[in-house]
């Protein structure tokens, strides 16, 4: 059983253009969830996500920023004109719907704005 | 936003002895998970802990659930260098923060041989 896929794991950037991160589930999970982690720091909630919709947003930077993850593919988590303070990992974690308190993540995207 | 406070912020130990740390937080917290971050990867649920007072342990792992629900530990005993990493306390507070785990700075532990 496949754990949560997340590609790329290395993205760079030039400022001004967009960043695609993409995120497969683990099987049979129907919850997504992403977070941000910057050098030496702990996770920090961005979005929580069920097929289809946006369950809370309230870690996500109100511009740039967006999130989806459709009824069919995997959940993108897009940025918008990058900045250099957007460099950091960006982690994918996914729960089964009868247990939505435990949340296994992905080797996560480590995305570098020059 | 909501914080948890992890301590210590690093150690330093040799191989065969036991570590400990903790998490505190100013709210109470549903569930308590602690994770395991190696370099380059991302973090690896070690224990998982549902109820106040609650003891859990995953073979050399020993973690608790606080009685006030606001803090927890994580006791690793006979430490072996494959321990060494980042250790992150992570809560969860339910209501309309249900599935938004909040996490502390992480523990960074060294093991010598």
């Known amino acids: 059983n496949a754990g949560v896929m997340q590609n790329p794991r290395h993205l760079v950037r030039r400022r001004g253009q967009e960043a695609r991160l993409r995120c497969s589930p683990m099987k049979g999970h129907s919850h997504v969830y992403w977070y941000r982690q910057l050098p030496e720091e702990g996770l920090k909630f961005m979005v929580y996500?069920?097929?289809?919709?946006?369950?809370?947003e309230s870690g996500m930077p109100k511009e740039r920023f967006s999130a989806e993850f459709p009824k069919e593919g995997p959940s993108i988590l897009r940025i918008q004109q990058v900045v250099r303070g957007d460099s950091a990992a960006y982690f994918c974690?996914?729960?089964?719907?009868?247990?939505?308190?435990?949340?296994?993540f992905g080797a996560g995207t480590r995305l570098s704005v020059l | 936003g909501q914080q948890l406070n992890q301590s210590p912020q690093s150690m330093f130990i040799q191989e065969g002895e036991d570590v400990s740390m903790n998490c505190t937080s100013s709210s109470i917290f549903n569930t308590w998970l602690w994770y395991k971050q190696d370099p380059g990867e991302g973090p690896v649920l070690l224990i998982a802990l549902y109820k106040a007072g609650e003891l859990t342990s995953n073979g050399r792992l020993t973690a608790q659930f606080g009685i006030t629900r606001k803090d927890s530990f994580l006791n690793i005993s006979a430490s072996i260098p494959s321990d060494v990493g980042i250790y992150f306390c992570a809560g969860q507070m339910g209501g309309t923060s249900y599935g938004k785990l909040t996490f502390g700075q992480g523990t960074i532990l060294t093991v010598h041989p």
């Open positions: 996500l069920q097929k289809e919709n946006i369950i809370d």
């Open positions: 974690a996914s729960s089964p719907p009868i247990n939505q308190n435990i949340q296994y």
